[in-house]
């Protein structure tokens, strides 16, 4: 566990060689990426967290001020704990916190590895803005289900992701969990749709990205993976077979394949 200005942030450090920070998405914790990495190589250092509101990470954030920042400022603080060069992986809104990071341009970060990012700004502007403004109205009817105490309104997110039926699915302990934090992730919908990016901000990323999504992702997703490759100079297109957006859960081998050879290209 670290701390910054008296406020705890989740950390679990395994391993020696190069690091790979790993950020899970919202409704998560840093379990979320142990099936991935226990199908990594042994010589990398592991670095795991979980963002603001989620596991021991405290929420700065407020309704009033839910920038992204806090969520940069959570990775900054992990970055000068590992004191080296850093391979950031996300997934989801982790993922969009990766590239948040990597944009803040505060600390070295050796490669992004970016499983379903959505950072829904870079859509705003294409298509006429419709799946832009189709997200962000079922994201205000999300808010508003949470504010009436709708018991099961974590559903309208989870299946918006990966499917109708996506969170009846899940087990009762995940469900759970997602109804508890539910207020936590109306502010990461305010901090995603918040976030400032341009093209021409993504295209001056000098670093290896390997963009991922699974073959059975909502348009939104498509989209946004479509728009990233395109302005980022240096991507890696992959897409996995069968999988949603829950894809680190669901085919873990497979996205382990794709990381651990992406971060061997990638080197130190």
Do not use: K
């Not at 008296?6 to 790993?22: H, K, M, R, S, T």
């Not at 294409?126 to 559903?155: I, K």
């Not at 990205?209 to 297109?237: D, F, K, S």
């Amino acid at each position: 566990m670290l701390n910054l200005h008296g406020n705890p942030i989740d950390c679990q450090d395994a391993g020696e060689g190069p690091a790979v920070l790993f950020l899970p998405g919202s409704y998560s914790t840093a379990a979320a990426w142990r099936p991935v990495q226990r199908l990594l190589p042994p010589s990398l250092r592991l670095v795991t967290t979980s963002l603001c509101g989620y596991g021991g990470t405290a929420d700065t954030r407020t309704r009033q001020d839910a920038n992204i920042r806090h969520e940069v400022q959570v990775v900054e603080a992990l970055a000068h704990h590992i004191g080296q060069p850093v391979h950031l992986v996300g997934h989801s809104f982790g993922g969009t916190v990766a590239l948040a990071a990597a944009l803040a341009g505060t600390f070295p970060v050796a490669s992004l590895a970016l499983f379903e990012a959505n950072p829904l700004p870079v859509i705003e502007h294409c298509d006429n803005g419709t799946l832009y403004r189709e997200t962000l109205a079922m994201s205000r009817g999300f808010e508003a289900a949470v504010a009436a105490g709708e018991p099961d309104a974590p559903g309208r997110i989870i299946d918006f992701w990966g499917g109708a039926g996506a969170f009846a699915a899940m087990p009762e302990a995940v469900q759970t969990y997602c109804r508890q934090t539910a207020a936590v992730n109306v502010l990461d919908w305010h901090s995603d749709f918040g976030m400032a990016v341009t093209t021409a901000d993504l295209a001056a990323l000098d670093m290896p990205v390997l963009l991922v999504r699974g073959a059975l992702a909502n348009p939104a997703m498509v989209q946004i993976t479509e728009t990233l490759g395109a302005a980022l100079p240096r991507v890696q297109h992959a897409a996995v077979e069968g999988a949603g957006h829950f894809l680190v859960s669901t085919h873990a081998a497979a996205c382990a394949g794709m990381l651990g050879s992406f971060l061997g290209l990638a080197g130190p």
